[in-house]
């Protein structure tokens, strides 16, 4: 299941706000995640939203850059984070970059596994 499918993106604009007012967040250099368990009919257990802050990249190229390399480097690695979601269970995941460096893809992978790794400890702390 290594596809990035429009149904797993963070959209709905009270969802956003539900998760930017009552999400829990924890920091991991250059990212800042803010993640919220939530309800809802469908067929992924995470929505993600991916935000690069146009203060530090003034311009929008470099911005749908890291945004087109994390999103590829989560696309490759959820699968590690899916794995642990049960049938009705769901979150919703933003991502802000917020480095003033475009890292190299390895890197940010580096980094997406390790956060990755760490979102399931909390689902775990959670339920368990």
């Known amino acids: 299941m290594q596809t990035f499918k429009k149904q797993e993106r963070l959209v709905e604009k009270k969802l956003i706000t539900q998760v930017f007012e009552n999400g829990k967040s924890f920091y991991f250099d250059p990212f800042r995640i803010i993640y919220l368990p939530y309800t809802a009919e469908g067929d992924f257990p995470v929505k993600v939203m991916i935000s690069v802050s146009s203060r530090n990249f003034k311009r929008a190229v470099d911005r749908n850059r890291i945004k087109r ?10 699968e590690q984070l899916y794995s642990v979601f049960k049938n009705d269970e769901k979150w919703a995941l933003v991502m802000i970059y917020n480095s003033k460096n475009i890292l190299e893809f390895k890197e940010l992978e580096a980094k997406i596994i390790l956060i990755l790794r760490r979102l399931v400890k909390e689902y775990e702390k959670g339920t368990g």
């Open 69 to 78: 390399l994390v999103r590829e480097s989560y696309r490759i690695n959820k």
